[in-house]
Nanobody
Framework: QVQLVESGGGVVQDGGSLRLSCVVS????????MGWYRQAIGKQRESVAT???????NYADSVKGRFTISGDNAKNTVWLQMNSLKPEDTAVYYC???????????WGQGTQVTVSS
């Protein structure tokens, strides 16, 4: 059973920064991409950023230049550094593992990020 544990969410003011962390059990990150996703109230879950085992990355247009995904597959850990946060970034952020074609097979419990204006 693959388990993911996220941490680092919270409340921050417009323009602030947060760093999310995700630790996944086992060595799945050595073989499959991992990613960060978010779901705002009343909206569908969307991909924010993904990182492959070779460290190649992809970002949603809405976060390019502000968010950075990084990972260490030897430590089974992925991070999301979020800078210049905006109120529209407010959502529950989920870590996903076993990502294929942008879709995750395994999910963390989610961590709330709230950006106040």
């Amino acid at each position: 059973q693959v388990q993911l544990v996220e941490s680092g969410g919270g409340v921050v003011q417009d323009g602030g920064s947060l760093r999310l962390s995700c630790v996944v059990s086992g060595s799945i990150f050595r073989f499959y991409a991992m990613g960060w996703y978010r779901q705002a109230i009343g909206k569908q879950r969307e991909s924010v950023a993904t990182i492959a085992p070779d460290r190649s990355t992809n970002y949603a247009d809405s976060v390019k230049g502000r968010f950075t995904i990084s990972g260490d597959n030897a430590k089974n850990t992925v991070w999301l550094q979020m800078n210049s946060l905006k109120p529209e970034d407010t959502a529950v952020y989920y870590c996903g593992a076993g990502v294929v074609a942008g879709l995750a097979r395994y999910w963390g419990q989610g961590t709330q990020v709230t950006v106040s204006s």
